[in-house]
């Protein structure tokens, strides 16, 4: 029995779906679903809020049910009795925790509930055709958010440029995955310019749309804020960012799955150099994340 389980936003829940379709293609086997955590964790202390979200699409992950997790409880507390260990095959029930001491997916115990984020643009070539067929939107887009729609599918050269500031304003959050300088987006809208001329229309996305305003404001581009809401149609603006042709995102998952279902056939991604807050970081992770076809600003 393998258990995937899901935490964090949309994006890193796309993630560890990704990894989940991976298990399955080289274990050859079913791999279970693991929502009821982001559940039991509201309200945990420092924890963005979060909920399922894969509902916005067509898949159809198999669920786990409570006992398939007691097993996984019980594992950790026979283990501190070793006859016990003797006596059960409680033992064959492990968790396996994505860190340093990882021995990758094609090693794992034959029954293990996985914890982890499992970004690495890898797992998702090797599973991309199956993946962009599960991942439709259940939904058509409503009247407004059709009408940004339309203008978006109308604009030959339509560039979705994502700003994320929200929770990564908060100190906590910022050790990890800090706030991007103004500066990245003046010199990636200064790159597809140079790419596409005057043609590059640029859609901000952004949870801090009053900050875009202030922002843009003082540059002279054609753009737009799309509204980061519409009523009763959760991740419509997510949405309407795949709609676009090129991508400038900014370091979130969030865009990095917006860029990824873009489907032009010359699709260009501009990513920030500096992804996470520290060197360290961002020299050990970073390569994992950002395919190497997408550009670095």
């Known amino acids: ?6 935490s964090g936003g949309l994006g890193n829940q796309l993630f560890q779906y990704t ?3 991976y298990l399955e293609l080289i274990h050859r086997r079913k ?8 559940s039991a964790n509201r309200g945990a202390l420092l924890l963005t809020q979060r909920d399922y979200s894969l509902d916005i699409f067509n898949v159809r992950p198999r669920f786990c049910n409570q006992w398939h997790l007691a097993l996984f409880q019980q594992s950790r507390y026979w283990r501190l009795n070793a006859l016990a260990e003797k006596l059960f095959d409680i033992r064959a029930y492990q968790y396996v925790e994505e860190s340093d001491n990882f021995s990758g997916a094609e090693h794992l115990p034959r029954h293990a509930l996985l914890t982890g984020i499992w970004q ?10 199956e993946l962009r067929k599960q991942l439709q939107f259940r939904h058509r887009l409503a009247k407004e958010a059709l009408h940004w729609q339309q203008k978006i599918d109308n604009q030959p050269i339509a560039v979705a440029l994502h700003v994320r500031r929200g929770d990564y304003l908060k100190p906590h959050v910022a ?3 800090p706030p991007l300088a103004w500066d990245y987006y003046l010199q990636a809208i200064e790159k597809v310019q140079r790419q596409f001329g005057a043609e590059a229309f640029f859609y901000v996305f952004s949870d801090d749309t009053e900050w875009c305003r202030t922002q843009f404001a003082t540059i002279d581009i054609p753009y737009a804020i799309v509204p980061n809401r519409f009523d009763n149609q959760p991740f419509a603006d997510f949405q309407l960012m795949t709609r676009c042709r090129h991508f400038v995102i900014a370091n979130s998952t969030f865009s990095w799955w917006g860029a990824w279902l873009g489907t032009a056939p010359d699709k260009q991604v501009w990513t920030p150099a500096q992804w996470y807050a520290t060197p360290e970081l961002n020299r050990e992770k970073r390569s994992k994340l950002v395919p190497p076809d997408w550009h670095t600003v």
């Open 1 to 6: 029995m393998l258990i995937n389980r899901l």
């Open 120 to 129: 690495d643009y890898r797992y998702v070539q090797a599973v991309a055709t």
């Open 31 to 38: 791999v279970l679903t693991d929502a009821a955590y982001l």
């Open 19 to 21: 990894f989940g379709l």
């Open 175 to 177: 050790q990890l995955l």
